[in-house]
């Protein structure tokens, strides 16, 4: 599956923004996709992640309540709609595709099959 990240951008502290990501591939509804950021000087982390079905899904604490993940198995794509977003979202994002079966827990980087490219998120303050 190849995966291509748009919808970042400058916004203001408690603004929103909504990115999608867009997979090829005929099996898209059989996988399980996340988004992970990553900040300036810090590793990347996870944020969310949701199951093919979309009927399970996972959020890094620091974004509950705030983000929420989607996707369109008809259009291939998943979303991550964000809210209320703070100084400290700033940061790459990254969608993300996991080929094994799905486990309760947020991800790490080496449950990654494979990566899309990153789209930027600034938030000012």
């Known amino acids: 599956v190849q995966l291509q990240a748009y919808g970042g951008g400058l916004v203001q502290a408690g603004g929103s923004l909504r990115l999608s990501c867009a997979a090829s591939?005929?099996?898209?509804?059989?996988?399980?996709m996340g988004w992970f950021r990553q900040a300036p000087g810090k590793e990347r982390e996870f944020v969310a992640a949701?199951?093919?079905?979309?009927?399970?899904?996972l959020y890094v604490d620091s974004v509950k309540g705030r983000f929420t993940i989607s996707r369109d198995n008809s259009r291939n794509t998943v979303y991550l709609q964000m809210n209320s977003l703070k100084p400290e979202d700033t940061a790459v994002y990254y969608c993300?595709?996991?080929?094994?079966?799905?486990?309760?827990?947020?991800?790490?980087?080496?449950?990654?099959?494979?990566w899309g490219q990153g789209t930027q998120v600034t938030v000012s303050s």
């Open positions: 591939g005929r099996t898209f509804s059989s996988y399980d």
């Open positions: 993300a595709v996991q080929y094994t079966p799905w486990r309760p827990y947020n991800w790490v980087e080496s449950d990654v099959g494979s």
């Open positions: 949701i199951k093919w079905s979309g009927t399970m899904i």
